[in-house]
């Protein structure tokens, strides 16, 4: 008698201070919501287009190279992003799309033949960087070649 007694006070209780808060004054602490907030809420990504720079200075855009993967390291957190490893040639340009803003460390890794060295060269990734094709475009210098 006395458990059924607490436990019919108990849900009286829970429901008096469930019903206590009205729909109304919920929907008005939310009423200027519109789920723009969740959109402010994400990072910002852009798309990468990776080159190679020669020794000479030339950018280079096209064809097949020594080049394992390329890869974006954010300064700020350490995170790695990288193109793909494939141990074997790739062509360039090459692509990564949705890299958060933030300033990086951009570099390649040796291919499969070991043909090439390859530098490393700091840069933000910003609206400030985007060209008109809507990609931030990355030269990875060569710094030795056989």
Sequence with gaps: MKKSIFTVSALIGLLTVATSFSSREITQTYKGYSGAADETL???????RYG?????????????YDVGSFLAENIATGEVYDT?????????PQYYHDLPAGTYSFSAMQGQGGWV???TIV??????N?????????????????
């Excluded at 190679?52 to 097949?64: H, V, W």
């Excluded at 793909?84 to 360039?92: D, E, I, L, M, W």
């Design 42 to 48: 994400k990072t910002q990504t852009y798309k990468i």
């Design 52 to 64: 190679l720079l020669s020794k000479n200075g030339t950018k280079i855009l096209s064809g097949n």
């Design 123 to 128: 840069a933000t990734v910003s609206d400030a």
């Design 130 to 146: 985007v060209d008109s094709d809507g990609y931030i475009t990355v030269y990875i210098p060569i710094i030795w070649e056989e």
């Design 117 to 119: 060295g390859y530098g």
């Design 84 to 92: 793909y490893y494939s141990g074997g040639f790739q062509s360039v």
